[in-house]
């Protein structure tokens, strides 16, 4: 943006020449470029962001080793061995 606003000020100031509006024309284009590519990889992103949510939240972790438990109602941790249901209490 800051090339596009010296090129006009050069073409304005300036002698007629090309070199100001070639890089007002080229400094539109990456600024179009940029503007798509910032939309593109921010979609992206929040994407991966909201998936790691989602499976942050879907599986349970151990209270003893910390490791992430599979997606299987476990009374037992396969890693550590530790109790994960509360014993029943008589």
Do not use: D, W
């Amino acid at each position: 943006m800051l090339l596009i606003v010296i090129s006009i000020f050069m073409i304005v100031l300036l002698p007629p020449s090309p070199i100001p509006i070639a890089v007002v024309i080229m400094s539109a284009f990456l600024a179009v470029l940029q503007n798509s590519l910032v939309r593109h990889y921010g979609g992206e992103k929040k994407r991966l962001i909201e998936e790691l949510a989602n499976f942050a939240f879907e599986n349970s972790m151990c209270p003893e080793c910390g490791k992430q438990m599979p997606q299987r109602n476990l009374t037992v941790c396969p890693f550590c061995g530790s109790a994960l249901i509360p014993p029943r209490e008589l």
